[in-house]
C-alpha cells in the first residue's frame, strides 16, 4: 500500500517533468527565425474594380469603431463595410490609400489610416528594406505575416518601439507606425 502511494506521486512527478522538458525545447525551436520559405505576396488576389460585388471577399481591419480598413486599401466609415468585409467603393467618403492623419515620417494619430497609407504600392520598397532589416526578435514576428496587408496591420500597431520609458507614447498624437524608424525620442 506504500508503495503505491508513494510510487504514484513519483510516477506523475517524472512524468510531467518530462512533459515540460518537452515543451521546453519545443517552445525554443519555435523561437529559432526559420527562413521565409514564401515571398510575401504584394498584390491582392482580385482587382479593386470588383471590390463591390459579393463574390469576392475582403479582409479588413476589424477593429475600428467608427473606421475600416479593407485589404485593397480603401478606408471606410464602419456603416458603409459590405456584407464581403470591402469597403462600399461608390460611398463619397470612402477614400483609398488615405494617409489623413499621417505625418511624413510613417506614423499616424488614427490606425485604420495607418494601414490604408501603408498599403500604398509606393510603399512596396520601404517594406521590403524594413524586412530585410528587422532585428532578430521582430523576424519571428514578421515571418508569420503573408501578405502586405498582414504586414501592414502588424507595422501599424502599437508595439515597444512606439514607447519610451515603457509607459509613454513617443509621440502621443501620432503612435501608429509604418515607417522604417520609430518616432524620436520625446525630450526628459
Known sequence: VLCVVFGLPLVYFLTSTFKQEERTVRDRNLLQVQEHEQ??????????????????????????????????????????????????????????????????NGCCSVYEYCVSC???????????RFLNRAAIAFQNLFMAVEDRFELCLAKCRTSSQSVQHENTYRDPIAKYCYGEYPPELLPV
Open 118 to 128: 501603408c498599403l500604398q504600392p509606393s510603399k512596396q520598397h520601404l517594406l521590403e
Open 39 to 104: 515571398p510575401i505576396m504584394w498584390k491582392v488576389k482580385f482587382s479593386s474594380g470588383n471590390s463591390s460585388q459579393l463574390s469576392n471577399q475582403c479582409r479588413n481591419s476589424v477593429q475600428g469603431k467608427l473606421l475600416i480598413t479593407d485589404e485593397l486599401g480603401y478606408i471606410c466609415e464602419r456603416k458603409d463595410l459590405l456584407v464581403n468585409g470591402c469597403c462600399n467603393v461608390n460611398v463619397p467618403s470612402t477614400k483609398l490609400y488615405s494617409c489623413d492623419s499621417c505625418l511624413p
